[in-house]
């Protein structure tokens, strides 16, 4: 029973470690990334709309106004929850085609 004892402190010594780490950034800085985080959002719904579904990380980047690193992780993460598909353009440059953006027709445009 001790060892079982011993391995549990450990275990939540090491938890607690693990937890403070994560909370290193103060509240200027979560709201920093809150705000990039939405430009990015933003600029990507609005390049899916205006590009016909695909995007580029230099336009993402671009249109955001974010830094190329923290673009790049958002643009994989929209790849990959989105599964695009990457493509080369004639000019060498890659950029991502996603799923076509569909609009429902509103209830006005409807009558």
Do not use: W
């Not at 993402?60 to 673009?71: F, K, S």
């Amino acid at each position: 029973m001790p060892i079982i004892d011993v391995l549990l402190v450990i275990t939540l010594a090491v938890l607690a470690l693990v937890l403070m780490r994560g909370r290193t950034q103060n509240p200027q800085q979560q709201l920093e990334t809150a705000f990039k985080r939405q430009q990015l959002d933003d600029a990507f719904y609005q390049l899916l709309e205006e590009q016909n579904s695909c995007i580029s990380l230099i336009q993402l980047t671009a249109t955001a106004r974010v830094e190329v690193q923290q673009t790049r992780q958002y643009l994989e993460r929209q790849v990959q929850m989105f599964a695009a598909v990457p493509e080369v353009d004639a000019d060498g440059d890659t950029f991502y085609r996603f799923p076509k953006l569909h609009r429902r027709p509103s209830a006005d445009k409807s009558r």
